[in-house]
C-alpha cells in the first residue's frame, strides 16, 4: 500500500463516507474512489461495503487499521523532520509535557532559551504521559516533563522536584474560611479529582487510607486544568496538582491541601537517542525553570 492509499484508507475508516473522506483530504469524490478502487485491486480484497450510504469497514479492513495508523504517524513524522531540514531549521529543540509542567515551567525555560538562542526554533507539545513516552521513542520529542518516573525502562526520568495538591473551592464556600486544608476537611464534600489508575490518584488514595480518611470523587477528570470550569459551576472541590498557577483563574478560591502526598516532576529522556547542544542547552534552562518555580510555590499555591 502507497503512502497515498493509506492517507485515502485511513480517511475513509475515520469518515464513514466518500465525501467526508474527500472533504478531509480536499480532493474530489470520483478520485477517492478511484484511489480506493486501485487499492483494493492490488489488495486483492475488498475493504468496504457500501450500507445505507455508509462505507462500513470488512473484517479484513479492521485488521490492517491499527498498522495503517501506526505507518501513517511514522511518515508524519518523516514529512516534519524532512520540511525541518529543507527549510534549515537544523537548530530544532522539541518539548512533549504534561499540562501543569507545560503552563507553569516550559515558558520560563523557553523564554530564557530564546533570549540566548534566538535563531534555534522551538516546538512544543501538550500530551499525556503514554503519548510522551511514544514522541520520544519515535524522536518527535527530544525531552519530556512530565509528573510521574514510573516508566518504562528505555525511558529515563530525572527527579527535578516534587509538588503537592491544591484545593479549589467555589466561590463563597464555607472552607474558603480556612488558609490550608486537609483530608479530612473535605469528607463527605462532592470531590472532582483524578480518574483512578492514574499516579496523582494513588498517592490520594495512599494518603487517605494512612489517615484513616474515605474520599470518593463524584466527578473523575483526565487532566488538572479540566477541573477549573466544573469548580466555577458550583460542582464541588478540586483535589489537583499544586503547581498550575491556580491563583489566575476567577470564579474559585485556592486553598493548599497540608499533611497531603506529593508526586515528581520528572525530565524525561529517550536512552536510545543522544541529544543535540541545542537539547542539552534546553534540559538546563527546564531544570533551573523547575527549581524557581517550586521555590516561588514553597510555603504557597
Known amino acids: 500500500?502507497?503512502?497515498?492509499?493509506?492517507?485515502?484508507?485511513?480517511?475513509?475508516?475515520?469518515?464513514?463516507?466518500?465525501?467526508?473522506?474527500?472533504?478531509?483530504?480536499?480532493?474530489?469524490?470520483?478520485?477517492?474512489?478511484?484511489?480506493?478502487?486501485?487499492?483494493?485491486?492490488?489488495?486483492?480484497?475488498?475493504?468496504?461495503?457500501?450500507?445505507?450510504?455508509?462505507?462500513?469497514?470488512?473484517?479484513?479492513?479492521?485488521?490492517?487499521?491499527?498498522?495503517?495508523?501506526?505507518?501513517?504517524?511514522?511518515?508524519?513524522?518523516?514529512?516534519?523532520?524532512?520540511?525541518d531540514l529543507r527549510l534549515g531549521r537544523t537548530g530544532l529543540v522539541r518539548v512533549a509535557a504534561s499540562p501543569p509542567p507545560a503552563m507553569a515551567i516550559l515558558p520560563r525555560a523557553f523564554t530564557k532559551f530564546r533570549a540566548q538562542h534566538p535563531d534555534i526554533l522551538l516546538r512544543?507539545?501538550?500530551?499525556?504521559?503514554?503519548?510522551?513516552?511514544?514522541?520520544?521513542?519515535?524522536?518527535?520529542?527530544?525531552?519530556?516533563?512530565?509528573?510521574?518516573?514510573?516508566?518504562?525502562p528505555d525511558i529515563d526520568a530525572?527527579?527535578?522536584?516534587?509538588?503537592?495538591?491544591?484545593?479549589?473551592?467555589?466561590?463563597?464556600?464555607?472552607?474558603?474560611?480556612?488558609?490550608?486544608?486537609?483530608?479530612?476537611?473535605l469528607v463527605g464534600e462532592?470531590?472532582?479529582?483524578?480518574?483512578?489508575?492514574?499516579?496523582?490518584?494513588?498517592?490520594?488514595?495512599?494518603?487517605?487510607?494512612?489517615q484513616g480518611v474515605t474520599l470518593s470523587p463524584s466527578l473523575e477528570i483526565d487532566v488538572s486544568i479540566s477541573a477549573v470550569g466544573f469548580v466555577q459551576a458550583g460542582m464541588g472541590i478540586a483535589l489537583v496538582d499544586a503547581l498550575l498557577p491556580w491563583r489566575q483563574f476567577a470564579g474559585l478560591e485556592v486553598r493548599p491541601l497540608v499533611a497531603g502526598p506529593e508526586f515528581p516532576i520528572a525530565l524525561l529522556t529517550s536512552r536510545a537517542r543522544a541529544l543535540s547542544r541545542a537539547d542539552e542547552m534546553m534540559r538546563d534552562q527546564i531544570r533551573a525553570a523547575c527549581s524557581a518555580v517550586l521555590g516561588e510555590r514553597d510555603g504557597r499555591v
Do not use: W
Open 158 to 185: 530525572e527527579v527535578m522536584g516534587s509538588i503537592g495538591f491544591a484545593c479549589l473551592l467555589p466561590a463563597g464556600h464555607a472552607l474558603q474560611k480556612k488558609t490550608e486544608l486537609t483530608l479530612a476537611d
Open 190 to 210: 462532592e470531590l472532582i479529582s483524578y480518574r483512578g489508575n492514574t499516579r496523582p490518584a494513588d498517592e490520594l488514595a495512599h494518603a487517605a487510607r494512612a
Open 124 to 152: 512544543s507539545n501538550i500530551a499525556p504521559i503514554a503519548a510522551i513516552i511514544d514522541m520520544l521513542r519515535a524522536g518527535d520529542a527530544s525531552l519530556g516533563v512530565a509528573m510521574d518516573d514510573r516508566l518504562p
Open 1 to 83: 500500500m502507497r503512502a497515498r492509499q493509506l492517507e485515502v484508507f485511513i480517511a475513509v475508516m475515520r469518515a464513514g463516507t466518500v465525501t467526508a473522506a474527500a472533504r478531509m483530504l480536499n480532493i474530489s469524490q470520483p478520485a477517492l474512489s478511484q484511489v480506493l478502487r486501485h487499492t483494493e485491486d492490488e489488495l486483492g480484497f475488498t475493504l468496504f461495503e457500501r450500507v445505507k450510504g455508509r462505507l462500513r469497514p470488512t473484517p479484513e479492513a479492521l485488521e490492517i487499521f491499527a498498522d495503517a495508523e501506526r505507518l501513517s504517524a511514522g511518515l508524519e513524522g518523516l514529512r516534519r523532520k524532512t520540511t
